[in-house]
């Protein structure tokens, strides 16, 4: 497969909400692998749909990074359920964002149901990273990004720093 090129922020089509794909076809799976390629390389922890230009509610994601066995997922046409009302605040990076961290509040844990490359609908409690990882990228199937998620002045000095 090979490495797709990763949108950097201000692409507009990062602030694009996405559209749901239905029918898992050849091309969303050979997608979905050259998502997981991109995210490897890159390296990081999650990869969805937009980062690389296309306009498709779609995710993957492997919470072990680089820095352990490959865990890979795919979650097409995710929706979030439930979200625990307990929440944590913590640093995430972007791969749209190279450089930046954001602390951002998350739940703690959420109940996901998705797609899966097979076509049938999985249901999943997710907790602790894969929860945060998981909240991280159907934001970007929304339209929106770390900086979204921050106060003002954070977003003031994260911009700066990013040198937007």
């Known amino acids: 497969m090979s490495v797709l090129p990763i949108l950097r922020w201000p692409d507009p089509r990062l602030a694009t909400a996405c559209a749901p794909i239905g029918q898992v076809t050849p091309e969303i799976a050979r997608l979905a692998q050259e998502m997981l390629d991109t995210m490897y390389e890159a390296p990081g922890r999650g990869l969805a749909a ?45 791969l749209s964002l190279p450089g930046i961290v954001a602390e951002v509040q998350r739940a703690i844990e959420i109940t996901l149901r998705w797609t899966d490359l097979d076509g049938t609908r999985r249901r999943e409690v997710l907790s602790g990273i894969s929860a945060v990882c998981a909240q991280h990228e159907i934001d970007h199937l929304d339209g929106i990004v770390t900086l979204n998620r921050v106060d003002a002045g954070q977003r003031s000095e994260l911009e700066a720093a990013y040198g937007a």
């Open 50 to 94: 937009p980062q690389v230009g296309v306009l498709k509610r779609l995710f993957v994601m492997d919470v072990n990074g680089a820095a352990g066995p490959r865990n890979p997922r795919i979650f097409i046409d995710p929706v979030i359920e439930e979200r625990a009302s307990e929440t944590m605040v913590g640093p995430e990076g972007c």
